[in-house]
């Protein structure tokens, strides 16, 4: 199995740490979108990370897509995705909300890092930024409270909890100032216990 992409990418990344929670090995290709269009289109002429090839050829792209062939060619307990229709539904309902502050957050470094800065829309980067606190506002609210040991669905680590936690890394890693991890303790907390794990620290985000 090939991963391709750099793991700036919470997209990429989020596949990355899946892979190593459940232990299934592959080889990775830090190849950029941005600074190595050609090498990238060599490979997938889409040009989107990630792009994962399994054992077969067969070529993936879109992590939500890519993470749905893992879980299902994995053993049923070592699943990141609930079995269980309502857990399950909650969990699609986290990594929902934590991909759409995960898509502001993108939109919001493509405006600012790729767009001239006579070309950017001041409105717009104030519809995104609005859009991600209330993402942000939503994951605290169902997150709070919860046990400081455990995780979202038990003793496990799943998907839900990778998801959210690379979601918050990536966001404070490109926009440090927009959000202050003290209005969003619980989510800062979260993403400070699933940092320390191994599978988090074997694919760093710098
Ligand atoms: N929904 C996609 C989003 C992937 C995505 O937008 N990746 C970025 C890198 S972080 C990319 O490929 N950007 C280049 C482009 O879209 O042209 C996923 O979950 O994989």
Redesign the pocket.
């Known amino acids: 199995m090939q991963l391709i992409g750099m793991m700036d990418?919470?997209?990429v990344r989020r596949v990355a740490i899946s892979l190593g929670v459940l232990g299934l090995p592959f080889d990775h290709q830090s190849v950029s979108?941005f600074r190595h269009f050609d090498a990238f289109a060599a490979i997938n002429p889409v040009?989107?990370?990630?792009t994962f090839i399994a054992d077969d050829g067969t070529m993936l792209?879109?992590?939500?897509l890519i993470l749905d062939y893992l879980d299902q060619r994995s053993p049923p307990d070592r699943r990141l995705m609930p079995a269980d229709t309502r857990e399950r539904m909650k969990a699609l309902s986290l990594i929902g909300f934590a991909l759409a502050a995960c898509e502001k957050t993108?939109q919001n470094v493509y405006e600012v890092n790729l767009r001239p800065a006579e070309r950017q829309h001041q409105p717009w980067i104030e519809r995104i930024q609005t859009q991600l606190f209330a993402a942000y506002d939503h994951l605290e609210s169902e997150i709070a409270g919860r046990e400081e040991n455990g995780w979202l669905f038990g003793d496990r680590l799943m998907q839900p909890d990778i998801t959210l936690a690379v979601v918050w890394r990536f966001q404070q890693f490109m926009l440090p100032e927009l959000v202050d991890p003290a209005r969003y303790p619980a989510l800062a907390a979260f993403s400070e216990r699933a940092e320390a794990l191994p599978e988090f620290i074997a694919a760093p985000l710098e």
């Not at 040009?47 to 990630?50: E, F, L, R």
């Not at 792209?61 to 939500?64: E, V």
């Open positions: 990418s919470p997209y979108v040009v989107k990370a990630p792209i879109d992590s939500s993108m």
